[in-house]
């Protein structure tokens, strides 16, 4: 079945590359005839992030920057969509970041700067877009974010981001609580591991992956794809009783002991 999203908005954070799982939450939205406005973070990506979205063929979708720790960045971005778009019904956060030396060895060696950091980039900006997009929201909305299991157990390596994924976890809960009145949803996905950008350079990931391709009850890893139609179904109105939710999206790795 296709869902049809067309006359929405949706704006989409987070796209760095074709990998990225917000590009497959892109595509899945604009595969429902969604209009679609994307944020990068950094110039490095700008470019990159253009030529992806100039694939669309869509000449309505716009690209601005929103570096999430900077709060003139995210006003002037959300104030630039109001005045272009006007009203959105969506918004996918498709961001993390810790320091590299900090997600190997043991949790504990992290320092005070490199813990708010990653709460910063990874936790706290879920909750400051949320705030600028609810002025947008006017016919109710629907926020969907990332979270992997890290953030439930601890799994190797994630530390201190795992530490942030509980603390976006919780962020979801207490957002939908707030923003359930004005119509508008807060759910995550927790997404199984996914070879992105942002898995780079992490030493085992064959390992991790073939874990899961051995363990999961599906017996297969997690693709931009299954992610972006679970997406899809969260910005749609048939998932219009759920709020506060944490979907695994994940080949049912995580009922697993
Ligand atoms: P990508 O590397 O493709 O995406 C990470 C994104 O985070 C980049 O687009 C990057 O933007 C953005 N970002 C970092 N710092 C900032 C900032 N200050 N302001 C705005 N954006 C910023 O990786 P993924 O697609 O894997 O990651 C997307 C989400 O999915 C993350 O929340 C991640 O934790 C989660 N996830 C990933 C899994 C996986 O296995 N890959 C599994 C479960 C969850 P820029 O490139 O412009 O710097
Ligand atoms: C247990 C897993 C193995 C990997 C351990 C930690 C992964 C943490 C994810 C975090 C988002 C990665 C980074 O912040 C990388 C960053 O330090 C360096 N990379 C960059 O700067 C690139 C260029 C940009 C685009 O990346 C970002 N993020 O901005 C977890 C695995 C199994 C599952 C994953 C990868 C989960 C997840 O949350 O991404």
């Known amino acids: 079945m296709q869902l049809s999203l067309q006359g929405k908005t949706y704006v989409v954070m987070g796209v760095a590359n074709k990998r990225s799982i917000a590009w497959g939450i892109a595509r899945a ?30 000449d309505t979708a716009l690209v601005l920057p929103c570096d999430v720790t900077k709060d003139e960045e995210i006003a002037s971005c959300f ?16 961001i993390a970041f810790a320091n590299k030396e900090h997600l190997e060895g043991e949790y504990m060696n992290v320092d ?33 974010t990332l979270t992997y299991l890290g953030g439930e ?4 390596n994630y530390n201190v981001m ?6 976006l976890e919780a962020s979801v809960k207490y957002l939908a609580n707030d923003l359930g009145k ?22 085992d990931f064959n390992s991790i992956l073939k874990e ?30 759920v709020t506060g939710e944490i979907i695994h999206v994940d080949s049912g790795y ?3 002991a």
Do not use: W
Request: aromatic share 6%; net charge positive; glycine share 10%.
């Open 182 to 203: 004005y119509g508008i949803r807060v759910n995550a996905i927790s997404a199984g591991p996914i070879r992105t950008l942002s898995a780079k350079g992490v030493g």
């Open 112 to 144: 005070r700067e490199g813990f708010l950091l990653a709460h910063n980039i990874s936790a706290y900006s879920l909750t400051a877009v949320a705030k600028a997009a609810k002025e947008l929201m006017t016919e109710g909305g629907s926020i969907v």
């Open 254 to 256: 995580h009922i697993l």
């Open 29 to 58: 939205l604009h595969a429902a005839g969604a209009r679609l406005i994307f944020t990068y973070a950094g110039e490095r990506f700008e470019n990159e992030v253009k030529k992806l979205v100039a694939t669309l063929e869509d």
């Open 212 to 241: 899961i391709e051995e363990r999961a009850p599906l017996r297969r890893t997690t693709t931009q794809e299954e992610v972006g139609d679970t997406a899809l179904f969260l910005f749609s109105d048939l998932s219009r009783g």
């Open 162 to 167: 795992g530490v942030a994924k509980a603390s």
């Open 153 to 156: 157990r601890v799994v190797q």
């Open 79 to 94: 104030a630039q969509i109001k005045e272009q778009v006007g009203v959105i019904h969506g918004l996918a956060h498709c």
